[in-house]
């Protein structure tokens, strides 16, 4: 099964994320709807992370559209990470670079929908998070 850039419509809202990592996450369509934004505030492992996350299908120019749902975080400290999304039911996963990669991040939905709970896995690390939705 194939993510779509819409099937991410459940993640639009502002979220407040707990446990490794203390913050807010806010998802938002940009006009079009072609792509979801992502602004990030949070703490996490002693350092503050903001930044900025483009979330869509990737069309080079001239070209058609991917299959694949990617995203390039912009840090405020200058860093740039690439991820790649799927949605399998309620299951979320993020993969750090592209699909298989050993740096994901997987989280279940909530029955309601109003919560995130999962974890960031990386080779010799990783942290348990749960984002809970404070407003839409």
């Given amino acids: 099964m194939s ?15 707990s446990g490794g990592a203390d913050g807010t ?9 072609a792509f979801l ?3 990030v505030d949070m703490d996490h492992d002693g350092h503050h992370v903001s930044g900025l996350e483009v979330i869509g299908h990737e069309r080079p120019f001239g070209g058609e559209a991917s299959e694949a749902v990617t995203s390039r975080f912009y840090s405020s400290d200058g860093e740039t990470l690439d991820y790649e999304y799927e949605l399998d039911g309620d299951v ?10 050993p740096a994901y991040c997987r989280t279940t939905f909530s029955a309601d929908g109003n919560m995130l709970s999962g ?4 080779p010799g690390g990783g942290y348990e998070a ?4 404070v407003g839409g």
């Fill in 119 to 122: 974890a960031w896995v990386w």
């Fill in 3 to 17: 993510t779509s850039i819409s099937d991410l419509d459940c993640l639009v809202g502002t979220w407040r994320v």
């Fill in 130 to 133: 749960t984002m809970t939705r």
């Fill in 92 to 101: 979320l996963t993020i993969w750090g670079g592209r699909k298989g990669s």
């Fill in 37 to 39: 934004s992502q602004r």
């Fill in 25 to 33: 996450t806010t998802y938002a369509w940009l006009d079009g709807r």
